[in-house]
């Protein structure tokens, strides 16, 4: 006997976690957010409900903060590159030094 539920034509992409959200100043915020939302329901709907919310959200936060990640981590490299050479030839620059560090910042 073969069982079909629901649609056969919907396809349901899979929710991939990355463990660098986690050190993200703005994930455990976020996560909170949702979760003390209240649902309303059994035990089972609620936890499956708040799931579902934070997968919505974490998809949307992902775009927003880890979107092109190899363009930018190139760009910011390329801004620390420049930044230091600019240091070699002006050592005593407190500017530069800042600029340094953000830009490692930045980077990282």
């Known amino acids: 006997m073969v069982l079909k539920w629901g649609d056969e034509h919907v396809r349901h992409h899979s929710f991939k976690y990355f463990n660098h959200w986690a050190e993200h100043a703005s994930f455990k915020p976020l996560i909170e957010e949702v979760w003390n939302y209240q649902q309303i329901g059994n035990p089972m709907l ?15 936060w992902s775009k927003i903060h880890f979107s092109r990640i190899s363009d930018r981590t190139s760009i ?26 953000e830009a490692e910042i930045e980077y990282k």
């Open 46 to 60: 609620r936890l499956t409900a708040k799931l579902k919310a934070v997968k919505i959200k974490l998809k949307e």
């Open 76 to 101: 910011a490299k390329e801004n620390l590159t420049r930044i230091q050479a600019e240091i070699q030839a002006r050592p005593l620059d407190l500017v530069l030094a800042q600029m340094e560090k």
